[in-house]
């Protein structure tokens, strides 16, 4: 039995990665090691609190010791680093969290991996000559594209935002610990994600819930700023991928293929309401959508060539957008 580390387990991503790696690879347990801020939520994972080869720590990737009883217990044989501040928003507004948890966060966890797993550069300890750190960033370390193109490996980070740019240089310790040290490190950068346990302040969350408490539906500027939606199981089981088969050091662009404008996401989401729970006034949700102040270094568009991901590893993104937003409104309903 082998025993990974999962970082920020309870977050929307995390937590519906861990009961899907757990069905799908009975070989694995796993340590969901969560700090349970605003994002993470233990009721993400209660489908799997009892779960044999599960097992939860609440505590912070920043504290080093902790990071070391753990390595030290459990003797992982693989890091699949989730945790982070992830939301622009909030990033804008302090983003000394978002510098202290995405790049010194993901430099403990990196450097205990490595004195854990390591004798010395490119010198691995008997037995862990294996193992992988599994790093999940963003498209947003990208910046910003036009209307043409699309994001690719070879893509230079151009971040705009504190939290993207938190997020590039956590991306680039990564690599430097593969160039540096020879540590097993695998990066995987993916598109908006979307589906059940997604936090509220997330835009199609906000969408479904400001629509079913009859409220003003916020949309920022015009709504014409674009991005490429990704089903999260449709995630999962890239980096479930990326975590077995990619090439060390290596960088997977995960991305679904299905680009919307704010605009169309509103207009979709307020479409399936208006059949599912038609409004007592009998109007349609669209008439609440409302634009306010369009957020500070608002990127146009995101948008990304997921080819090496498919030639090399065989991953596809399945889920239809209409189909993925069908059960994420219905999830919502429900919660």
Same mark, same amino acid.
């Given at each position: ?9 309870? /977050?929307?991503?995390?937590? &519906? ?6 069905? @799908? ?16 939520? !233990? ?38 680093? *989730?945790? @982070?501040?992830?939301? %622009?928003? &909030? ?7 978002? =510098? ?20 010395? #550069?490119?010198?691995?300890? $008997? /037995? ?5 750190? !599994? ?5 947003? +370390? ?7 193109? *699309? ?6 980070? @151009? #971040?705009?935002?504190?939290?993207? $740019? ?36 997330? !835009? =199609? ?26 089903? %999260? ?11 077995? *088969? ?16 704010? &605009? ?16 007592? &006034?009998? $109007?349609?949700?669209?008439?609440? =959508?409302?634009? +306010? ?9 995101? @948008? ?32």
């Amino acid at each position: 039995m082998k025993t990974i580390l999962v970082t920020g387990g309870a /977050g929307f991503i995390g937590s &519906n990665f861990i009961p899907y790696f757990l069905e @799908a690879h009975g070989e694995y347990s796993i340590v969901n090691l969560d700090l349970l801020t605003y994002a993470g939520n !233990l009721d993400n994972v209660k489908e799997i609190e009892s779960h044999p080869r599960y097992e939860f720590v609440r505590g912070d990737i920043c504290d080093r010791p902790l990071a070391e009883s753990l390595f030290t217990r459990h003797d992982f044989s693989g890091v699949i680093h *989730f945790a @982070a501040e992830s939301h %622009v928003d &909030n990033s804008i507004l302090g983003p000394e969290a978002f =510098i202290k948890t995405n790049v010194f966060g993901t430099f403990t966890l990196l450097d205990v991996a490595r004195k854990h797993w390591m004798n010395a #550069p490119f010198e691995f300890n $008997a /037995g862990h000559g294996n193992n992988r750190f !599994l790093h999940i960033s963003t498209d947003e +370390v990208y910046g910003s594209l036009g209307k043409q193109g *699309f994001f690719t490996e070879k893509t230079p980070y @151009a #971040p705009n935002s504190p939290y993207s $740019a938190s997020k590039a240089g956590s991306d680039m310790l990564v690599r430097s610990y593969f160039h540096t040290y020879g540590l097993n490190v695998v990066t995987t950068n993916c598109s908006n994600n979307y589906g059940p346990k997604q936090h509220d302040e997330k !835009l =199609i969350p906000t969408i479904i819930r400001k629509a079913l408490a009859e409220q003003p539906i916020p949309i920022y500027g015009d709504g014409e700023n674009v991005r490429d939606w990704l089903y %999260v199981l449709d995630h999962c089981k890239g980096i479930d991928l990326a975590f077995h *088969f990619g090439s060390a050091g290596e960088t997977y662009n995960i991305g679904g293929k299905n680009e919307r404008t704010n &605009n169309q996401i509103a207009d979709s989401i307020c479409a399936v309401l208006d059949t599912q729970r038609p409004r007592k &006034n009998g $109007a349609s949700y669209k008439q609440l =959508i409302t634009y +306010v102040t369009d957020r500070a270094g608002h990127d146009k568009r995101y @948008a990304i060539d997921a080819s090496k991901i498919e030639r090399e590893l065989g991953w596809r993104a399945e889920e239809s957008f209409e189909r993925g937003i069908s059960k994420t409104i219905n999830w919502q309903i429900n919660k």
